[in-house]
């Protein structure tokens, strides 16, 4: 079974740029989750998809980030304007149902200079 | 005070010793905890999840809860250098999926 994939698995960027985020869940995942992990710290939901519905998005910076499900499966995921403290690794999770085994993809590492 | 506190390490044993990994937390609401691994430049992957107070066993791993105390812990038997990678306790905000992640403890296992 394919697992989580995310592109590009890298990005740098300067400050005040654009930048998005792929995620292709595992087949048949209604969950999609991004999180933000910036080094050192353990992952911070940032938004939660129920099929194409938002379910969670409490955390996420409304001003600069946005997110969207297109047709219930992959998922984008855009920073505009980026900030220095952008800098995480995204990565994106998805599970069969809310209360199911999240899987996480391999993330992106995004660098802000 | 942060919901879910684990202390960040880094934690360096020789190959063979047992491993304590420890978090607390502070919401009482919490009804299942999970352990989780992360090895470099991976997504974390659940290790192990337990509903209950009282200990899980699985292989070398055994995860430990007490509810009374807020404080969950992960042992690893003789460990490996496979075993090196960061460790993550997590626990579902709600029935809604949301995960709250402890910092993460770095584990390193010399040969």
């Known amino acids: 079974e394919a697992g989580v994939a995310q592109s590009p698995r890298y990005k740098i960027i300067e400050k005040r740029q654009s930048v998005a985020f792929w995620c292709n869940p595992i087949s048949g995942h209604a969950t999609l989750y991004w999180y933000q992990q910036i080094l050192g710290q353990g992952p911070k939901l940032l938004i939660q998809?129920?099929?194409?519905?938002?379910?969670?998005d409490s955390q996420l910076p409304k001003d600069r980030f946005s997110a969207e499900r297109l047709k219930g499966v992959d998922s984008t995921l855009k920073i505009q304007p980026a900030k220095l403290e952008d800098s995480a690794v995204y990565l994106c999770?998805?599970?069969?149902?809310?209360?199911?085994?999240?899987?996480f993809g391999p993330g992106t590492r995004l660098t802000v200079l | 005070q942060k919901e879910v506190e684990q202390d960040p390490g880094p934690l360096s044993v020789p190959e063979g010793a047992i491993v304590s990994l420890n978090c607390t937390y502070s919401n009482s609401a919490f009804q299942y905890f999970m352990w989780y691994r992360q090895y470099s430049r991976k997504g974390p992957e659940l290790l192990m999840y337990t509903y209950s107070s009282g200990n899980k066993e699985d292989g070398r791993f055994t995860a430990q809860v007490d509810k009374s105390s807020k404080y969950i812990s992960l042992f690893i038997r003789d460990s490996q250098p496979s075993d090196s990678a960061t460790y993550l306790c997590a626990m579902p905000y709600n029935q809604g999926g949301k995960l709250i992640f402890g910092q993460g403890t770095e584990l390193s296992v010399k040969p």
């Open positions: 998809f129920q099929n194409n519905g938002v379910v969670d």
């Open positions: 999770a998805s599970s069969f149902g809310t209360q199911d085994t999240q899987y």
